[in-house]
């Protein structure tokens, strides 16, 4: 689900921000970061296992959340 996210939603953002700073070409495109030559690419790449790491902790706590709500429904109640 944060693969598909990430793919549909943010990479396309992210891209386009790149290509309006003329740096649209993420195969060839460098970037200046602290006086040294960083490929776009690797800058993305990146981005994108960080998106994922913290996207995916964050729908494994909901979802662990939602089973314990419904558990906690499905539990009668005790006098």
Known sequence: ???REWTDEHRPVLV???TAAG???LDGAML???DK???IKVIVTALHEQFLQARTKA???AL???VVESAMRALPDEP
């Open 16 to 18: 386009a921000v790149l």
């Open 23 to 25: 740096l649209g070409d």
């Open 64 to 66: 662990a959340n939602k």
């Open 59 to 61: 729908l494994m706590e």
């Open 1 to 3: 689900m944060a693969g």
């Open 32 to 34: 200046t970061l602290q």
């Open 37 to 39: 030559e960083v490929p």
